[in-house]
């Protein structure tokens, strides 16, 4: 069987910059262990996958090297990207239906806009968070200042730009870590509102390069304590990645819009039997 595939760099102003992420346009589901498959294969942080419904939305998953994840920024936005730019798709805004409900992807000039749920805070328990303080501080080379629990994901707040762009994770201690997919580190920014890096190795991923899924936890804390709703983000890996980021709060639940630009990299064919 062949099947078309691209791949993106998400939230990048170049190519070789933000995110890269595979995008498998299908016409119907494979096993999900092909589909694994094709992500082990490809290596990158994600594979996204899509079908499209009868009445004109998308069913969406995404898959790391190691296991299916219920929620990515960066291959929606390489997956609205080739459905905008390769398959001809005319609308306004894209509807995807996914394990974290509906995602909403609108073009605004060179900009692709990411409508997602925010992801709540929650503070940890003081026998919660001394032991795990305590591991953290040494795996990450810091002591954080705060650490906050989200779904699937530890937060670490720190004190500076510095202590966030100059980290050096002990990888192989992290994928200790139980229960979570992985480590949310961030500061207050001089040239942006703030910076994160996002450390997720129990997912087959050392560093994400840029992370939106992390950013519906981001920005609800950082919209919060900079007392603002719109905010301009930069995630510090080596490739680097700018988001344009605003909270909205509405009576169903708070959204965040995300916006970058994308970058085509590769398109092709894989051949699977």
């Known amino acids: 069987m062949k099947l078309p595939i ?43 996958f899509f079908v499209a419904n009868d009445d004109g939305t998308y069913q969406l998953r995404w898959f790391t090297p190691e296991i299916e994840i219920p929620l990515c920024g960066h ?11 390769y398959l001809g798709y005319s609308k306004d805004v894209l509807r995807f239906q996914s394990k974290s409900g509906e ?25 919660a968070e001394v032991p795990l303080m305590a591991f953290l501080t040494p795996v990450l080379g810091k002591q954080p200042a705060q650490i906050l629990h989200s ?3 530890y937060l670490a707040i720190y004190e500076t730009e510095e202590d966030v762009r100059t980290m050096n994770p002990n990888f192989f201690k992290l994928n200790e870590l139980p229960d979570v997919i992985g480590v949310i580190v961030t500061a207050q920014s001089t040239n942006y509102d703030f910076v994160s890096r996002y450390f997720c190795p129990n997912a087959g991923i050392p ?35 700018e ?12 959204r965040v819009l995300m916006s970058g630009e994308a970058k085509p990299y590769l398109q092709g064919f894989i051949e699977i039997p």
């Open 75 to 85: 291959a929606t936005l390489a997956s609205a990207y080739v459905l905008f730019m």
């Open 6 to 48: 691209y791949q993106i760099d998400a939230f990048a102003s170049a190519v070789f910059r933000g995110n890269p992420a595979a995008v498998c346009p299908l016409e119907h589901w494979l096993s999900d262990d092909v589909m694994q498959s094709i992500a082990a294969e490809n290596n990158l942080a994600e594979t996204a």
């Open 243 to 254: 988001l344009w980021c605003e909270l909205q709060a509405n009576t169903s639940g708070n």
């Open 207 to 241: 560093e994400d390069p840029v992370t939106g899924s992390a950013h519906c936890t981001l920005i609800p804390y950082w919209a919060e304590k900079l007392s603002k709703t719109s905010l301009h983000a930069y995630q510090a890996s080596k490739r680097g990645g």
């Open 151 to 153: 779904v699937n994901n």
């Open 103 to 127: 995602l909403r992807v609108q073009k605004a000039g060179d900009k692709l806009v990411l409508d997602f749920p925010a992801r709540p805070l929650h503070a940890l328990s003081p026998e």
